[in-house]
């Protein structure tokens, strides 16, 4: 299954941004290794904000929720981490579908 991932990340006042880059670094080597195994599909830093986009491919919602709560950024600093997810389905499985409605109709 496929999904969207848009992390927004806040980070608190008693830890400076060197101590966020540290956290973000390692969270940068997991995603990056996530993608050499193709988990993840592709993922993009939002310019100006601390905001990053993911597509990923897992089985199911279960196993995002559990790969969610591994990632370094959410057990140091996870809540400040928004995370809004959306399921996302193949174009091409859709446009499939549609042709066959329309076949259907015309019957």
Not at 26 to 37: G, M, W
Request: net charge negative; with cysteine; charged share 25%.
């Amino acid at each position: 299954m496929l999904y969207h991932l848009d992390f927004h990340v806040e980070y608190p006042d008693d830890i400076t941004q060197q101590e966020l880059f540290t956290i973000w670094s390692e969270e940068a080597d997991t995603a990056l290794h996530a993608k050499q195994a193709g988990v993840v599909i592709d993922l993009w830093k939002c310019v100006g904000t601390r905001r990053v986009i993911a597509i990923v491919d897992v089985p199911n919602p279960d196993t995002l929720d559990q790969i969610l709560l591994d990632l370094p950024i959410m057990k140091k600093n996870g809540q400040r981490v928004q995370v809004e997810v959306t399921s996302l389905r193949r174009y091409e499985d859709f446009a499939a579908d549609i042709k066959a409605r329309l076949g259907a109709n015309n019957s």
